[in-house]
T-cell receptor, first 112, second 114 residues
């Protein structure tokens, strides 16, 4: 079956540090890949997506590249801000599947 | 304008009660979903409807029954609530069931069963 594995958190960084949150997946088809963010007390918001191999999704300074050869979709940001503190979820939706499969989430804490 | 809205935002109730959570989307989407987020933040699909037709029904107790009166609404009714039902329930919608369509989530309903 499909699965998504994310690095365990929490990840604690100082403001302006470089961020990487690792995400790897297994899928039987040709999935689309997503990163969602959940700010404290709020619902999930789509951060970025990629629908095929070598696509790069980007939004608000965050980037992730769909790497089929390594089955990865790592999230990166060059300079984090305190306002980026949240839980980040990697997810996939496989061919023919009707729902998202989520990773366990990674909590990011950015300190001033 | 809120794209996907849920009511109530918080729900505290006792074991054995029956409760409903409502969801509405104003995006004109055809597909709606219910997800459950447990205390460890793990998210799992429960149900999905496409054009009012049930297309996903994961392994969920029969006490949970979704109802979609029209494309814009998907409600979740829970009978005989148990302690283990305590969680945050998220509604979502997408343009269609295809894997390329992103899902838009509501703010969640935190259910606490005492």
């Amino acid at each position: 079956g499909d699965s998504v594995t994310q690095m365990e958190g929490p990840v604690t960084l100082s403001e302006e540090a470089f961020l990487t949150i690792n995400c790897t997946y297994t899928a039987t088809g040709y999935p689309s890949l997503f990163w969602y963010v959940q700010y404290p007390g709020e619902g999930l918001q789509l951060l970025l997506k990629a629908t095929k191999a070598d696509d790069k999704g980007s939004n608000k300074g965050f980037e992730a590249t769909y790497r089929k050869e390594t089955t990865s979709f790592h999230l990166e940001k060059g300079s984090v801000q305190v306002s980026d503190s949240a839980v980040y979820f990697c997810a996939l939706k496989d061919t023919g599947r009707r729902a998202l499969t989520f990773g366990s989430g990674t909590r990011l804490q950015v300190q001033p | 304008d809120t794209a996907v809205s849920q009511t109530p935002k918080y729900l505290v109730t006792q074991m054995g009660n029956d409760k409903s959570i409502k969801c509405e989307q104003n995006l004109g989407h055809d597909t709606m979903y219910w997800y459950k987020q447990d205390s460890k933040k793990f998210l799992k699909i429960m149900f999905s409807y496409n054009n009012k037709e049930l297309i996903i029904n994961e392994t969920v107790p029969n006490r949970f029954s979704p109802k979609s009166p029209d494309k814009a609404h998907l409600n979740l009714h829970i009978n005989s609530l148990e302690l283990g039902d305590s969680a945050v329930y998220f509604c979502a919608s997408s343009q269609g069931p295809s894997e390329t369509y992103e899902q838009y989530f509501g703010p969640g309903t935190r259910l606490t069963v005492t």
